[in-house]
């Protein structure tokens, strides 16, 4: 008998859930909306001031009647708040509600409106704890509702059509934002206020999604959604982890307070290929000591951080983000958490998802 690979076993998965898209004329899929610029308004369509988190879900999907086209729509409100504030409890919440609708067979797929500051790490913390090939979109705006040329509606009309679509199978958790379809994990926002602020800066989109049409040029390789082995219902919250930035003549004072504090884990966001001072070096050492799991990512943007560089990590038992950005590494460590404290078995962890 022959052993499937990887590969094999991704495409069973894709042309499996594809089946569910071949037996009806249009997809069934649930749009959740948890607030966001994409549900704000604002007092004067040419002012930059608006409050976030406004209109309910059935005024948003009100705002695309044409999406009806695409599938049999529904909405549900989550919660409504602006991203900002967003917390690990939320993301717990979203998280078990979407893998109830996915193990539906009434839901071919998720739409989830999202405020853009903190999408990427939800988008990233969905892509480890969701568990279904069937496609999930996350999607924003950068202009709220009120605005001369809202982006809203043209991105949820994009996310739906991405989420109607069999290509979207199987490929985890993506973001449909100004036309291109972009990994959870890769994803970052990368400008305040520009349209195009969501890229990725180490691979790129994994295609286009726009005038009803989808085009994927790569897929994603890394472990994700039905594969990863974090599972949420066994879960009541996470552990703490901080984010600690380097800089030119930085102190242990960051890290000396996210220990005192009671911190699990540190991601350090140091400085090139995640390196720091000698100040610095000393208190993530003593850090290690106390038992704080201690992760190199980088403040510098793409690239991946290098295990025993210029940092000695087996000597300290530190670990390296690989290529996640700080909040995405503080994502992966608050669930790695969950499993190991031991840093070899962390840093399996970060090369595999």
């Avoid at 594809?18 to 966001?36: D, E, S």
């Avoid at 049999?72 to 109830?100: D, Y």
Wanted: hydrophobic share 45%; net charge neutral.
């Amino acid at each position: 008998m022959l052993r499937k690979t990887p590969i094999a076993l991704l495409i069973a998965a894709t042309l499996c859930t594809g089946a569910a898209f071949a037996g009806t004329a249009q997809p069934a899929i649930k749009v959740l909306a948890t607030g966001g610029t994409i549900a704000g308004t604002g007092e004067s369509a040419g002012s930059g001031a608006y409050t976030s988190a406004r209109l309910p879900i059935d005024a948003l999907l009100d705002a695309v009647p044409e999406a009806k086209k695409l599938a049999r729509l529904s909405g549900e409100q989550v919660v409504q708040l602006g991203s900002q504030a967003m917390t690990p409890e939320v993301w717990l919440k979203i998280a078990r509600r979407a893998n109830e609708l996915l193990a539906s067979p009434e839901v071919d797929g998720l739409v989830i409106t999202h405020g853009t500051d903190t999408l990427e790490e939800t988008a990233y913390f969905l892509n480890l704890t969701l568990r279904s090939d069937k496609p999930v979109v996350l999607v924003g705006a950068m202009r709220p509702s009120t605005a001369i040329s809202a982006d809203g509606p043209a991105n949820l009309y994009e996310a739906i059509t991405l989420a109607a679509s069999p290509q979207a199978a199987g490929k985890g958790v993506l973001v449909a934002m100004n036309d291109q379809v972009l990994d959870a994990r890769g994803v970052t926002k990368t400008s305040t206020t520009s349209v195009a602020t969501f890229r990725s800066p180490n691979e790129g989109p994994l295609g286009s999604v726009a005038n009803g049409k989808v085009e994927l040029m790569r897929t994603v390789l890394r472990t994700h959604t039905r594969t990863s082995t974090f599972d949420v219902a066994k879960l009541d919250s996470l552990p703490r982890v901080e984010i600690v930035y380097g800089y030119a003549g930085d102190n242990s004072a960051q890290i000396d307070a996210a220990v005192k504090s009671g911190a699990a884990g540190i991601v350090f966001a140091g400085v090139g290929n995640g390196n720091f001072n000698p100040a610095v070096e000393k208190a993530l050492a003593e850090a290690r000591q106390k038992g704080v799991a201690v992760v190199r990512s980088s403040r510098a943007g793409s690239g991946r951080v290098t295990l025993d560089g210029e940092v000695d990590d087996a000597k300290y038992g530190f670990v390296v983000a690989d290529d996640l950005n700080p909040q995405k590494a503080r994502v992966l460590l608050m669930l790695a958490l969950t499993q190991t404290q031991d840093p070899q078995a962390l840093q399996k962890l970060f090369f595999t998802y």
